[in-house]
């Protein structure tokens, strides 16, 4: 069983930063990274190949946040800057043996989840 474990989440004021970390069991993973908001359903947020590395954003995202990855640690990163408190929200690394285009954005798409970690912007 494949097991994600998330780190990185907190409190910070608009127009800061934090970096979200997602520890993966096993290697060889395409990965993702979504959110959900109170009272919302869960969105995507990035997702990174691991055979490529090459790289998805949902467009409100791009430019604020990145995704990369650490294949040697088995680790993906959500870079986030300039959060605005409309990015408060449950963030969720997720994982998949294979993702395809066109849907790297899905739910269904992936296999693994984490638990998540609570990231909250103040105003």
């Known amino acids: 069983q494949v097991q994600l474990v998330e780190s990185g989440g907190g409190l910070v004021q608009a127009g800061g930063s934090l970096r979200l970390s997602c520890a993966a069991s096993?290697?060889?993973?395409?990965m993702g990274w979504f959110r959900q908001a109170p009272g919302k359903e869960r969105e995507f947020v990035a997702a990174i190949l691991w055979s490529s590395s090459s790289t998805y954003y949902v467009d409100s995202m791009k430019g604020r946040f990145t995704i990369s990855r650490d294949n040697a640690k088995n680790t993906v990163y959500l870079q986030m800057n300039s959060l605005k408190p409309e990015d408060t929200a449950v963030y969720y690394c997720?994982?998949?043996?294979?993702?395809?285009?066109?849907?790297?954005?899905?739910?269904?798409?992936?296999?693994?989840w984490g638990q998540g970690t609570q990231v909250t912007v103040s105003s």
């Open positions: 997720a994982a998949a043996a294979k993702l395809q285009w066109p849907t790297i954005g899905v739910i269904i798409a992936y296999e693994y």
């Open positions: 096993e290697r060889t993973l395409d």
